[in-house]
């Protein structure tokens, strides 16, 4: 078995609402960063998990994201796998 560090980054799907990146985009224009055309406001997930090779930790990760870590019908999500980490 090999150590994996899997960071899952999780953002809100194109073409959806976003009201959190809406009111930290409205709040940069208030502080004058008026360039700031569109704000999305994901997430950021580590795991540390054991795998006995890449395709098995990454599939681990896939599965804990249908599970549990997003939302398919409003998130999206990519897996960025690190052996050793």
Avoid: H, W
């Amino acid at each position: 078995m090999s150590s994996y560090t899997a960071e899952v980054r999780i953002t809100p799907r194109a073409g959806l609402l976003d009201p959190e990146g809406k009111a930290v985009q409205n709040a940069l224009r208030s502080l004058e960063f008026d360039d700031v055309e569109d704000v999305r406001v994901g997430r950021l997930v580590r795991l540390r998990l054991s795998a006995s090779s890449d395709a098995a930790a990454r599939d681990s990760a896939d599965a804990m994201c249908r599970k549990l870590l997003a939302n398919p019908v409003t998130e999206d999500y990519e897996i960025v796998l690190v052996k050793g980490g």
